[in-house]
């Protein structure tokens, strides 16, 4: 059975950094396409990263330069380092598993993903 649990969320300032972890279990992680995606308050799902088995990432163009996905293969943890956040950001962030395309926009459609951790940008 597929197990996500996210963590590492909070309140922080403009600017600020956070680093989200993603502990996996249940499926055979190091093969996996991973990504985050992100619904903040009244705002539709958006993909924010992915990363495949090579490794190779992608982001959507709002975070590129900002955001840093990453994996530990050893751990079986997904990361997401946040730098320069800003209040638009703000939003619950979901660990997924991805399926079909490993692309940021096919985060949270297809694929399992976890609770969430929530996020908090204040000007």
């Known amino acids: 059975q597929v197990q996500l649990a996210e963590s590492g969320g909070g309140s922080v300032q403009e600017g600020d950094s956070l680093l989200l972890s993603c502990v996996a279990a249940g499926f055979t992680f190091r093969g996996a396409c991973m990504g985050w995606f992100r619904q903040g308050p009244g705002k539709q799902r958006e993909g924010v990263a992915a990363i495949d088995f090579h490794d190779d990432t992608n982001y959507a163009d709002s975070v590129k330069g900002r955001f840093t996905i990453s994996k530990d293969n050893d751990e079986n943890i997904l990361y997401l380092q946040m730098n320069n956040l800003k209040p638009e950001d703000t939003a619950m962030y979901y660990c997924?598993?991805?399926?079909?395309?490993?692309?940021?926009?096919?985060?949270?459609?297809?694929?399992?993903w976890g609770r969430g951790t929530q996020v908090t940008v204040s000007s």
């Open positions: 997924a598993t991805i399926g079909g395309s490993c692309t940021p926009e096919s985060a949270g459609i297809f694929g399992r």
